[in-house]
């Protein structure tokens, strides 16, 4: 079966750390491009970071910019988002995706079922 799961999302309080995680089954990361999502209640879904096939480019939204950190280990066929200084506003389920080609473009292939991050006093 063709999949991508997210794990890592949980409750932290403003300030904290997660990692999150996106693993594939029946297919190899390595082949696409991974884009990581998220929405929140009553919003519309965002782009959030993305890292290329290949040379391993990355892009992020300016709003988790010098906070989140996009990574693959092809080793373990998965795409990591670090997120530090996390803030309330950061509040979403995540979703991570995949697109074969070397950039993060729609239609997406593959998309995980999300994981939902909470940032909260």
């Known amino acids: 079966q063709l999949q991508l799961v997210e794990s890592g999302g949980g409750l932290v309080q403003p300030g904290g750390s997660l990692r999150l995680s996106c693993a594939a089954s029946g297919f190899t990361l390595e082949h696409y491009a991974i884009g990581w999502f998220r929405q929140a209640p009553g919003k519309e879904r965002e782009g959030v970071s993305c890292?290329?096939?290949?040379?391993?480019?990355?892009y992020y939204a300016d709003s988790v910019k010098g906070r989140f950190t996009i990574a693959r280990d092809n080793a373990k066929n998965t795409v990591y988002l670090q997120m530090n200084s996390l803030k309330p506003e950061d509040t979403a389920v995540y979703y991570c995706?995949?697109?074969?080609?070397?950039?993060?473009?729609?239609?997406?292939?593959?998309w995980g079922q999300g994981t939902q991050v909470t940032v909260s006093s």
């Open positions: 995706a995949a697109v074969q080609g070397n950039w993060c473009s729609i239609p997406y292939d593959y």
């Open positions: 890292i290329s096939r290949g040379d391993g480019r990355t």
